[in-house]
């Protein structure tokens, strides 16, 4: 991690160490990745408008979203099969997020019971890949409870299994099977075939999907762990109305992106949203959350209205802070940090990240987030979505 400087320089480490099916799933988006080149694409349309002579000592990152107070103004996006890529790597997200004061959310996808999780680092929110069983739904949402969690998310954008035809091309496929192909690629990336892959074999067995519903799910190296994230078409309303009645936590829609469905959500009851394309992984073509994010806000009440996809810097988060967002939750980034070098490695993401807000908020002429507004940006060549 010496060499790791910013972000971006994850990507490539984590290239060489993972074998092309599982980089190729992390890093792969929808198509031709049209939504994923817009996610770092509307960062360049922002500037900023700084001001000087201001005495910028005893700056702070603090922040509060939804009554809860975290240390800094980023999380941890949900990441499927994170124990896949990194040793544990749920663990490792969680653990850090909780050293750090921010929070990491736990994927419906993920290969370590939530329970454990939750132990390990109290504080984490879990995310939901509901159907439109609401029995389903409340049993899903008592498991939660009894873990302790107290932020249930709802994921929306993925009703339907998306056209990954990326992933494809590099030969990844839910679930793993045995073959020549596996073999290959662990003798030509042995670090991550011994350290990772075997390890998990050997200490815990065959991983499964611990928490895509109330009971355990298949395991990783089965035909029907492709049934487990499938069959969510009939996801409505109906079913997040139900989980609202019965959840007393706070409660979070992530996946939106038309100001309608945040206006829906607003009287569904939820605490807030989290706009977002699903980082690009699922309708090719669908805008940028950045470019939702105002007219989101003139829907939005009293939600807090938080924001992911395709942040990868201090300046991206300050951009969407100053468009009125509460909160930025970043993805890829970290699951290559945890995939490189586990707890150590998220620890020194954040910290880069840490640096970068202090210092980008000093150059503002900024002490605290609580001043960052529009007038600290330029938006002269902003695409955004046009006001109602």
């Given at each position: 991690?010496?060499?790791?400087?910013?972000?971006?320089?994850?990507?490539?480490?984590?290239?060489?160490?993972?074998?092309?099916?599982?980089?190729?799933?992390?890093?792969?988006a929808?198509?031709?990745?049209?939504?994923?080149?817009?996610?770092?694409?509307?960062?360049?349309?922002?500037?900023?408008?700084?001001?000087m002579?201001?005495?910028?000592?005893?700056?702070?990152?603090?922040?509060?979203?939804?009554?809860?107070?975290?240390?800094?103004?980023?999380?941890?996006?949900?990441?499927?099969?994170?124990?896949?890529?990194?040793?544990?790597?749920?663990l490792?997200?969680?653990?850090?997020?909780?050293?750090?004061?921010?929070?990491?959310?736990?994927?419906?996808?993920?290969?370590?019971?939530?329970?454990?999780?939750?132990?390990?680092?109290?504080?984490?929110?879990?995310?939901?890949?509901?159907?439109?069983?609401?029995?389903e739904?409340?049993?899903?949402?008592?498991?939660?409870?009894?873990?302790?969690?107290?932020?249930?998310?709802?994921?929306?954008?993925?009703?339907?299994v998306?056209?990954?035809?990326?992933?494809?091309?590099?030969?990844?496929?839910?679930?793993?099977?045995?073959?020549?192909?596996?073999?290959?690629?662990?003798?030509?990336?042995?670090a991550?075939?011994?350290?990772?892959?075997?390890?998990?074999?050997?200490?815990?067995?065959?991983p499964?999907?611990?928490?895509?519903?109330?009971?355990?799910?298949a395991?990783?190296l089965?035909?029907?762990?492709?049934?487990d994230?499938?069959?969510?078409?009939?996801l409505?309303?109906?079913?997040?109305h139900?989980?609202?009645?019965?959840?007393?936590?706070?409660?979070?829609?992530?996946?939106?992106?038309?100001?309608?469905?945040?206006?829906?959500?607003?009287?569904?009851?939820?605490?807030?949203?989290?706009?977002?394309?699903?980082?690009g992984?699922?309708?090719?073509?669908?805008?940028?959350?950045?470019?939702?994010?105002?007219?989101?806000?003139?829907?939005?009440?009293?939600?807090?209205?938080?924001?992911?996809?395709?942040?990868?810097?201090?300046?991206?988060i300050?951009?969407?802070?100053?468009?009125?967002?509460?909160?930025?939750?970043?993805?890829?980034?970290?699951?290559y940090?945890?995939?490189?070098?586990g707890?150590?490695?998220?620890?020194?993401?954040?910290?880069?990240?840490?640096?970068?807000?202090?210092?980008d908020?000093?150059?503002?002429?900024?002490?605290?987030l609580?001043?960052?507004n529009?007038?600290v940006?330029?938006?002269?060549?902003f695409?955004?979505?046009?006001?109602?």
């Amino acid at each position: 991690m010496r060499r790791i400087f910013a972000l971006e320089d994850l990507e490539g480490a984590a290239r060489h160490l993972l074998p092309p099916p599982m980089f190729g799933y992390v890093a792969g988006a929808a198509e031709t990745n049209a939504s994923l080149a817009d996610n770092r694409r509307v960062f360049d349309e922002i500037q900023f408008l700084p001001r000087m002579l201001v005495g910028v000592a005893g700056r702070s990152l603090d922040c509060e979203v939804m009554g809860q107070h975290h240390a800094m103004p980023f999380g941890i996006a949900p990441m499927g099969v994170s124990a896949l890529t990194g040793y544990r790597g749920d663990l490792s997200l969680a653990r850090a997020a909780a050293r750090a004061g921010i929070p990491m959310i736990i994927s419906a996808a993920s290969l370590i019971r939530l329970e454990e999780i939750a132990a390990a680092a109290p504080g984490v929110w879990y995310q939901a890949y509901l159907s439109g069983d609401q029995a389903e739904a409340l049993s899903m949402v008592d498991r939660v409870a009894q873990a302790g969690i107290e932020t249930f998310v709802i994921t929306a954008d993925s009703a339907v299994v998306p056209s990954r035809e990326n992933n494809l091309r590099t030969g990844y496929r839910t679930p793993i099977r045995p073959n020549m192909a596996l073999l290959w690629n662990g003798l030509t990336h042995p670090a991550w075939s011994i350290g990772t892959f075997l390890r998990t074999y050997l200490r815990h067995g065959n991983p499964h999907f611990e928490n895509a519903g109330p009971g355990r799910g298949a395991p990783l190296l089965s035909r029907q762990a492709v049934r487990d994230f499938s069959g969510r078409e009939s996801l409505d309303w109906d079913v997040v109305h139900a989980v609202r009645a019965r959840w007393r936590g706070r409660l979070v829609i992530k996946g939106l992106l038309h100001p309608a469905d945040v206006a829906l959500a607003r009287k569904a009851g939820a605490d807030g949203v989290i706009l977002s394309n699903h980082g690009g992984r699922q309708l090719d073509g669908a805008v940028s959350p950045m470019r939702t994010l105002p007219a989101a806000l003139r829907q939005a009440g009293s939600m807090a209205i938080m924001i992911d996809s395709g942040f990868r810097r201090g300046t991206d988060i300050l951009k969407a802070l100053g468009l009125g967002a509460s909160f930025v939750f970043v993805g890829r980034p970290f699951n290559y940090a945890s995939a490189l070098a586990g707890e150590a490695g998220v620890d020194h993401a954040i910290g880069l990240l840490r640096a970068q807000l202090m210092a980008d908020l000093g150059m503002l002429g900024l002490l605290n987030l609580r001043v960052v507004n529009r007038e600290v940006l330029f938006l002269d060549g902003f695409r955004a979505l046009p006001a109602p």
